[in-house]
């Protein structure tokens, strides 16, 4: 049974940090990629960054190019996020595809791409105040 189970999010200020964890289970993540992604309220979910499971190559969004950093260790995978601002306040989710496609982290990384991830999080609220 493929789960995943996001944690870490939390109030910060403008310039901070946050690290967020995403806990698979039911499946090995050196098969799929795994995406984050986030939702501010009234907008649609938004591609920030991916991790393929077959060469670990990361792609990442331009709004969080040079701040994000997505990572991954055994069944845990991470998302590093620095100099933080407002416009980064959302629910944060990580999501697999239905299978071993490695090729959904392009889209990610146009910051689109959620359709084709099939399991998700419940997600995690990040607020930056300014």
């Known amino acids: 049974q493929v789960q995943l189970v996001e944690s870490g999010g939390g109030l910060v200020q403008s310039g901070g940090s946050l690290r967020l964890s995403c806990a698979a289970s039911?499946?090995?993540?050196?098969?799929?990629?795994i995406g984050w992604f986030r939702q501010a309220p009234g907008m649609g979910r938004e591609g920030v960054a991916c991790?393929?499971?077959?060469?670990?190559s990361t792609y990442y969004a331009d709004a969080v190019k040079g701040r994000f950093t997505i990572s991954r260790d055994k069944n845990m995978v991470y998302l590093e996020m620095n100099n933080l601002e407002p416009e980064d306040t959302a629910v944060y989710y990580c999501?697999?595809?239905?299978?071993?496609?490695?090729?959904?982290?392009?889209?990610?990384?146009?910051?689109?791409?959620?359709?084709?991830?099939?399991?998700w999080g419940q997600g995690t609220q990040v607020t930056v105040s300014s």
């Open positions: 999501a697999r595809p239905p299978g071993p496609w490695q090729n959904v982290c392009t889209a990610v990384a146009e910051g689109r791409g959620a359709a084709n991830f099939a399991y």
């Open positions: 039911g499946f090995s993540l050196d098969d799929v990629p």
């Open positions: 991790i393929r499971g077959r060469d670990g």
